[in-house]
């Protein structure tokens, strides 16, 4: 099983990022993903989830109204759309997947988000 996020980089407060996430050897539609972002110096959290056929989406409170998570089943991608960052947004991010009846999870190896100006 391989999960690979992309599309992370720099960016102005107030800027736009989109990151995807795609996933390999793996049964996409049986899985439950969701996204999750470690700045420096603290724990990991959890920002956004989509369950498996994408009808339900939960989303941390501090990014509420400023990210969405979609996925897209046939091309077996998972994106989290972010606007209006702001500089506490920075972050390594990280997609994982989990099985929806063991739960069983997998990591993808991150990618950088910064916010500054």
């Known amino acids: 099983v391989q999960v690979v996020e992309s599309g992370g980089g720099s960016v102005e407060p107030g800027g736009s990022l989109r990151l995807s996430c795609t996933a390999s050897?793996?049964?996409?539609?049986?899985?439950?993903f969701k996204w999750f972002r470690q700045a420096p110096g603290k724990e990991r959290e959890l920002v956004a989830g989509?369950?498996?056929?994408?009808?339900?989406?939960t989303y941390a409170e501090s990014v509420k109204g400023r990210f969405t998570i979609s996925r897209d089943n046939r091309r077996k991608t998972v994106s989290l759309q972010m606007n209006s960052l702001k500089v506490e947004d920075t972050a390594v991010y990280y997609c994982?997947?989990?099985?929806?009846?063991?739960?069983?999870?997998?990591w993808g190896q991150g990618t950088q988000v910064t916010v500054s100006s």
């Open positions: 994982k997947a989990e099985e929806i009846v063991t739960t069983n999870g997998y």
């Open positions: 050897g793996l049964t996409f539609h049986y899985y439950v």
């Open positions: 989509i369950t498996s056929d994408g009808g339900r989406k």
